[in-house]
């Protein structure tokens, strides 16, 4: 059975959007009251970047800035690779593997609906080899 990331992989989160302006402290504080590791970034609405925790660790901590004072408009990723909602599980998952991602956002046109993890990944498959040895 194909599984379509909404609603099969990502059933329902509260998506975390930031603007550009936005300091890379008060996004990694988000990140840790919602035990998330990215932050979609949107201008007007539309997606514009990502950050993640690699970002802030590469790009602000390993490198002594203050993240009260960098925006996450100088870490983020931008104009990220993404899919849409009715893409399949192995297509983020192939994705994913190939650019070697832990988050991958899921637009509608240009607007941010959501954002798979790795992990949310590994549960689907999880799932599925436990079905899977449960009828063999």
């Known amino acids: 059975m194909k599984r379509k990331l909404v609603p099969d992989v990502v059933k329902s989160q509260e998506l975390i959007l930031v603007s550009e302006d936005t300091s890379v402290a008060t996004v990694s504080k988000m990140m840790a009251d919602h035990n998330i590791g990215a932050v979609l970034v949107v ?4 997606l514009v970047g990502i950050v993640t925790e690699r970002d ?8 002594d800035l203050d993240p009260a004072t960098v925006e996450v408009a100088s870490v983020m990723t931008r104009n990220p690779d993404t899919l849409p909602p009715d893409a399949d599980a192995d297509e983020a998952l192939s994705l994913m593997h190939s650019k070697h991602y832990r988050h991958l956002p899921i637009t509608q046109g240009k607007r941010a609906v959501g954002i798979v993890s790795i992990r949310d990944l590994f549960k689907v498959a999880y799932e599925h080899l436990m079905a899977e040895q449960a009828t063999a």
Request: no cysteine; charged share 15%; hydrophobic share 35%.
């Open 43 to 46: 201008n007007h609405g539309a």
């Open 56 to 63: 802030l660790n590469n790009k602000v901590l390993s490198k």
